[in-house]
């Protein structure tokens, strides 16, 4: 889908959503609505069916996400409306984007041997966000190839705490010596 359209869609949201200074609850609204879609493969199918009517597709769309902001809900009813359904997942990334350039939020990911547990996340996140002064979020992904330790990127910069990487600089040094 044309990502201009995307990011219409998305800063329209995002500048009503910071208006009504609910920028919080409708980026958490939004990710259980991603999640919901990405999991239940047959939602997606339904709202794409041109056999479907609007009026029907917006009635299943209500009675999944009662209780959610009306504005979440509009923003679902335009998108049917609009017959621009399929553009919603990159919507919401989009917004995700737009709402952690507006917090000062940087992301990270932290590569590790075996997934660390959330002490090990909350220290780490912790201590970055004291190095770079701005509130850090992290995801934790296995690279099998780390000895012990862990391989940091966060905002293009790479912070190396591993054996492997202890090793390979040992191995250089070595081989330079030796030379």
Known sequence: MNEKVVKVYSEAFFELSKEKNKLDQNRQELKEIEDILKEHKEINQIISNPNVSK??????????????????????????????????????????????????????????????????????????????KKQVELTNEIDESLISGVSIYIEGNRIENSVKNRLENLRARLKKEGE
């Open 55 to 132: 009026d029907d597709k917006k009635e299943l769309l209500a009675k999944l996400f009662d209780g959610f902001d009306k504005d979440v809900i509009n923003l679902l009813y335009v998108l049917v409306d609009k017959s621009r359904f399929e553009i919603l997942i990159d919507l919401i990334r989009d917004y995700n984007q737009r709402y952690k350039e507006e917090k000062g939020i940087m992301e990270g990911i932290v590569y590790s041997a075996s997934k660390l547990d959330s002490s090990d996340m909350d220290d780490l996140v912790n201590t970055l966000e004291k190095k770079y």
